[in-house]
């Protein structure tokens, strides 16, 4: 099974083609040998304009989050909208007032929501000045939001004649993060399978060998997930491990993504007989989700005498693995995911892979491809 990796449409992408071989099966009248092939796939855009069912305006009235609600220039504002149209123009959002006011266009998600930073700058008009983010919606109907906010100013100076003498000034301090791109790549994963065979590379998988009219008793059975398809009597499970899809998100956006897999084609084996297909249904994940770098440190100051500062390098609890389902060539199924407002940095999802053998086909090699997708 050969997936191939795409990346969604207007996002800036270091040049890589990530092609994984999912799982060839080789059948023999004895022995169920699963391996995974070699097979180079397209990479072709994907996104919302290929889901018609994405064309949904939500029925709730849009709303935008501003954090937090007063700042002073150059200080950043994060704002987070929801319920706008998914499948019309980008949301802008800016301040009311100001000569002239910031203002920042968000990209929209599929849920309808979005999120990023405006910048305050020494335009935007000091006092109550709240921010308004408008859409233009796929009917050329006008959404808006707003979120109250005001402008502050520190004080550049200080005179007093109390004793004791209390006095203070303020400075405004930052700096600007720029984002750069979102990627998707393959890394080996070497856990053995049921019977001791490892991935032979980053884009081949290997299942452990299994053997046709095998009960529940075989040792390729016990695994918790696998206990509906062993339990169908002469039906064997050949287990794998899907290789570590590694998303490492840049962008500085955070409108959150999602990873899914979709079969394109059931395991086809040699053309005797008239049972020479295992259906890509028969494949079932148990995706797993953790973060590409849990800690890091980067060393401030002279070098003489460096202080360093440390701290979590990416967001665990912004992740999430996707349910366990079987594959099918229908529709796609969630590997990870991170929801809009979270989801920067990267993030390492793979799967516990159970494919279902049938004791009627020949025996054989199969095989099918599967895509993988961040959108």
Not at 30 to 54: E, K, W, Y
Not at 153 to 175: F, H, K, L, N, Y
Not at 220 to 248: E, K, M, Q, W, Y
Request: aromatic share 2%; hydrophobic share 35%.
């Amino acid at each position: 099974m050969t997936s191939r990796r795409h990346r969604p449409p207007g996002r800036a992408h270091r040049p890589a083609a990530a092609v994984l071989t999912l799982a060839v099966l080789t059948l023999a009248s004895t022995a169920c040998l699963g391996i995974l092939g070699g097979g180079a796939g397209a990479v072709t855009p994907r996104g919302l304009a290929d889901n018609p069912s994405a064309r949904l305006v939500a029925t709730s009235p849009p709303t935008v989050i501003a954090s937090p609600t007063t700042a002073s220039a150059p200080d950043a504002v994060t704002l987070s909208v929801a319920n706008f149209d998914p499948t019309g123009s980008s949301v802008t959002c800016h301040f009311t007032s100001g000569s002239p006011a910031t203002s920042r266009r968000l990209r929209v998600a599929h849920t309808g929501a979005a999120s990023g930073t405006i910048p305050l700058t020494p335009t935007d008009a000091v006092g109550t000045n709240p921010i308004v983010c408008t859409q233009t919606s796929h009917t050329d109907a006008v959404l808006t939001a707003s979120a109250a906010f005001a402008v502050t100013t520190v004080e550049p100076t200080c005179s007093v004649s109390t004793t004791p003498p209390t006095c203070g000034v303020g400075q405004v301090v930052g700096t600007r993060v720029n984002g750069t791109d979102l990627t998707l790549d393959e890394v080996l994963n070497s856990t053995p399978n049921a019977t001791g065979g490892v991935n032979p590379t980053s884009q081949n998988v290997a299942f452990s060998k299994v053997t046709l009219g095998n009960q529940a008793t075989d040792p390729a059975c016990r695994t918790p997930h696998a206990t509906g398809i062993c339990s169908t009597d002469g039906f064997v499970a050949a287990n794998a491990h899907l290789n570590t899809v590694v998303v490492d998100n840049d962008l500085g956006d955070l409108a959150g993504w999602d990873v899914t897999g979709q079969m394109t084609s059931d395991f086809e084996g040699p053309t005797v007989g008239r049972d020479h297909t295992i259906p890509a249904d028969y494949l079932t994940w148990v995706p797993r989700v953790s973060p590409e770098s849990t800690h890091s440190c980067v060393s401030l100051g002279p070098t003489t005498a460096p202080v360093q500062a440390c701290g979590p390098s990416d967001v665990a609890s912004e992740v999430s693995a996707g349910p366990i389902q079987t594959l099918s060539t229908s529709r796609p199924a969630v590997l990870c995911q991170a929801a809009p407002g979270g989801g920067g940095g990267g993030t390492k999802c793979t799967a516990e892979l159970v494919l279902a053998v049938p004791p009627y086909v020949v025996a054989g090699r199969y095989t099918a491809t599967i895509d993988i997708v961040v959108s």
